[in-house]
């Protein structure tokens, strides 16, 4: 089975890599864009019957840094 | 005296340290690798700059979990003498050593230049050799270096005296001008609790001998040769 993981910055956590993107589709003509945030997303395969509190002690020992970062889990 | 510099794979100021320590202050230095556990009878432990594991998914993520790192925590806790320069900082920070965590420059570019540093705190075994509230010189290389932490820890890591360096401008004034990556609190360098545990952003190391354009960094060095008693 697969999980996939992502990861962002925190709400409170300025984003400066997401401001470019975001000010990039503006000058593109995108102007209903609101916000736009950058983040990671780790597809991981895993052994069938894996819980996801597995996956989220993966995320709190190395995927994610909870200091700046955020994650959620998807299995699939 | 004996300087234990670690060795990541990535690592690339691992030498500029050695020669630091061995050729401008004719102290003892060695390499230690990252997979050795034990640091073997050091004074002081450096965790030189770099890109250590190609600062994948993280800059310090996964050299945290290299074997001596174990043994830098232990050596840390016993209250032994840790420096760690840019990566190495990083390396402290992805470690739990020290608080906080670095994101990307604001500019989102990498940034290498000569900045001016205020001492916050001459008061530990990195800094004795400066004056408190002294302005100099050192050069910074680095794309993660936007110090961040959250409003309370900062709030207490300020009050008790542990932001070691600040960014400011020649006249040691702290500007957002002279904030070069965005820092909270253009915070360049800050320490552990104990005070034996240092990270900072500029690299001292690469300003220890005049022709260098500048040999303030070398103090750091001195300062630690100072606190162990030589």
């Known amino acids: 089975m ?36 950058l983040g990671k997303l780790v597809e991981l395969e895993v052994a069938d019957g894996t819980s996801k509190a597995r996956i989220e002690e993966m995320c709190k020992k190395l995927l994610a840094n909870p200091v700046i970062e955020d994650f959620s889990v998807e299995l699939t | 005296m004996q300087f234990a510099i670690v060795v990541f794979p990535g690592a690339n100021c691992d030498h500029d ?15 230690v690798w990252h997979k050795e556990q034990d640091l073997g009878g050091a004074d002081c ?4 700059g770099g890109f250590s594991y190609g600062d994948y998914l993280r800059a310090g993520a996964l050299a945290r979990f290299s074997p001596i790192m174990e043994a830098v925590a232990r050596y840390a806790a016993r ?4 420096l760690g320069i840019c990566n190495g900082f990083q390396i402290l920070l992805e470690a739990g050593l020290l608080p906080g965590a670095m994101r990307r420059n604001r500019s989102l570019k990498f ?10 705190s001459a008061s530990t075994p990195f800094t004795s050799r400066f004056r408190e509230g002294e302005v100099f010189t050192a050069p910074i290389a680095h794309a993660e270096g936007n110090y961040f932490l959250e409003e309370e820890p900062l709030r ?23 904030n070069p990556n965005g820092s909270i609190g253009n915070i360049a360098g800050i320490c552990n609790a104990g005070k034996n545990v240092l990270g900072l952003m500029p690299h001292p190391e690469r300003s220890s001998e005049e022709i260098l354009g500048g040999a303030s960094g070398r103090r750091v060095f001195e300062s630690i040769l100072e606190a162990v008693g030589e």
Do not use: M
Request: contains cysteine; aromatic residues 6%.
């Open chain 2, 79 to 82: 209250g032994g003498l840790v």
């Open chain 2, 45 to 48: 432990v450096v965790l030189p």
């Open chain 2, 156 to 178: 207490r890591l300020e009050g008790e005296g542990r932001v070691v360096l600040r960014y400011c401008d020649a006249n040691g004034k702290r500007t957002d001008a002279a």
């Open chain 2, 17 to 31: 340290v050695y020669h630091v320590a061995k050729h401008v202050l004719g102290r003892g230095a060695r390499f």
């Open chain 2, 111 to 120: 940034a290498c230049k000569d900045v001016h540093l205020r001492v916050e």
């Open chain 1, 2 to 37: 697969r999980a996939r993981v992502f990861v962002t910055l925190r709400k409170a956590v300025l984003d400066p890599q997401g401001q470019a993107v975001g000010q990039a589709l503006r000058t593109l003509g995108f102007s209903e864009l609101k916000d736009a945030r």
